[in-house]
């Protein structure tokens, strides 16, 4: 239980402060530092954990080869980019860190202040019930997955979420800018350059209907697409093979109706309810109904090809400002549709709950015990080597048989 404790103190102190400050003004002085010291407090709690997650146990045995002569800093990088498609970005601030620090601590506060304060600004600029969505970063597992498992990714993520905010304020070339620099960390940045091609202008249920027919049509092609789309891709370069391992399952119907339930269904509903209350504001309903536009064409190729959920990543941190926003809605107007919005809230919370509940068998493990118990640099002595044999179980095993079989 002891070990509980940090998340604990987190949940606690978000929900209080979402109590006494939600829906006040962000400018508030009183609001705006309890809000820095709570991001603070998630910087040092990422920055200075210790074997916690799956993916940072290859990124804490990959930092031990750093070169620390500047005569093998180019050809590492060069490796490193061909054998495990790491970008400049990634391998620069790992030879930044080894050379000048010496400890992958030094990585995960650097990574954990730039990602966690770029995602409290949005939430900052978007909602006045910021606490709310720090709340759910943390109770929906997405502070692990930003700070632990897409740790290059989530450079990316959040330098385009940012560059999004200025593309709505007619800021178009720091929007490219943006995404230019995110492509220094990771590929996938570029599926952000979409965004201004996706506008939508209202969110209905025909659009809802219309995304999940093309998200069946989609599924339907699948094996079609994944056949010989690989055929196209010329090279042996890990970000071919990458390409490849994302899309060597592919989706039964069971798997498809759990996708288009999670990403369409439900979260679709609560985009559509969340629009449809919302004040009349042109400009602010707009930039809703782009980013809202963004998530569900991002959602059609989720449920219609698996593997590529990981896209929906660009869209986690609109979609927590929606939920906090939607669950005031609920609060405030109580009508005959309360018991559905409930539903769809509890389902919400219920997929993040499935997830991280899963069994892997080799390791008599859940996937929770990757991050539970929490340790720190004050736990080096503490036995987690069970972490690094989950995660070559976690890469090396289908998660769900049941859902997906091999091409």
Known sequence: MGKMIPYIIYIVLTLILSIIFDGRENDNPHKRLWYGITCLYLILLAGLRYCLGGDTQSYMIDFDYVPTSSHYFRAYIVDQFVEHS?????????????????????????????????????????????????????????????NTEVMREAFAICL??????????????????????????????AFALLFPFIHFKDINLRLLSITLLLSFVLWGLSDLLMTYLPQYLNGELAIVAKVLIYSNSKSTIFGYLSAAIHYIICQGAIIYFTYKYMDDDDERKSH?????SFYLFTAITACGLAGFNRFLNYSIIFILIIVAEYIYHIKEQLTELTITKCVLLLLFFFFPFLHFNIYMPETEKRFYEFFVPYTSVLNEQENVDYRLYMYYEAVGTEKSQKNTRDY
């Open 288 to 292: 809703f109904a782009h980013y809202a």
């Open 160 to 189: 385009a979420g940012i560059g999004m905010l200025q593309y709505q304020n007619g800021k178009k070339i720091q929007f490219y800018l943006l995404i230019c620099i995110g492509l220094f960390f990771h590929l996938s940045a």
């Open 86 to 146: 790491y970008m400049p970005g990634w391998s620069l601030l790992n030879i930044f860190c080894a050379n000048v620090f010496g400890t992958f601590y030094a990585v995960q506060l650097i990574q954990a202040f730039v990602v966690n304060t770029c995602i409290f600004y949005l939430f900052k600029r978007y909602t006045k019930h910021v606490f709310l969505c720090a709340l759910l970063f943390g109770i929906t597992g997405n502070f692990f997955n930003f």
